[in-house]
Nanobody, 114 residues
Framework: VQLVESGGGLVQAGGSLRLSCVAS????????MAWFRQAPGKQREFIAR????????HYADSVKGRFTISRDNAKEAVYLQMNNLKNEDTAVYYC????????WGQGTQVTVSS
């Protein structure tokens, strides 16, 4: 199974981006999924998690109220809507199951400029 993240880019502070994550087979629809990010020189950190059915979500305090995680099990996809982006949101963003993580994908770069 390979995780593929997309949707990153360069955006001005206050702007929005929507990230997508897909995987082969039924990996996404079978697992609670999460988004993580890793800024330069920092450890990878948890951002948001969504239950298998999509009814339960959790967010890191740093993104609560600005980011929304969602999923479409029919498309084997997980999304991260990011609004009101800040400079400190600049990082490479990754998705994975949580728990039961597998090998990490390449991630997608998000760069927020002031």
């Amino acid at each position: 199974v390979q995780l593929v993240e997309s949707g990153g880019g360069l955006v001005q502070a206050g702007g929005s981006l929507r990230l997508s994550c897909v995987a082969s087979g039924s990996f996404v629809s079978s697992n609670a999924m999460a988004w993580f990010r890793q800024a330069p020189g920092k450890q990878r950190e948890f951002i948001a998690r969504i239950s298998v059915g999509g009814g339960i979500t959790h967010y890191a305090d740093s993104v609560k109220g600005r980011f929304t995680i969602s999923r479409d099990n029919a498309k084997e996809a997980v999304y991260l809507q990011m609004n009101n982006l800040k400079n400190e949101d600049t990082a490479v963003y990754y998705c994975n199951a949580l728990p039961y993580e597998i090998s990490w994908g390449q991630g997608t770069q998000v760069t927020v400029s002031s």
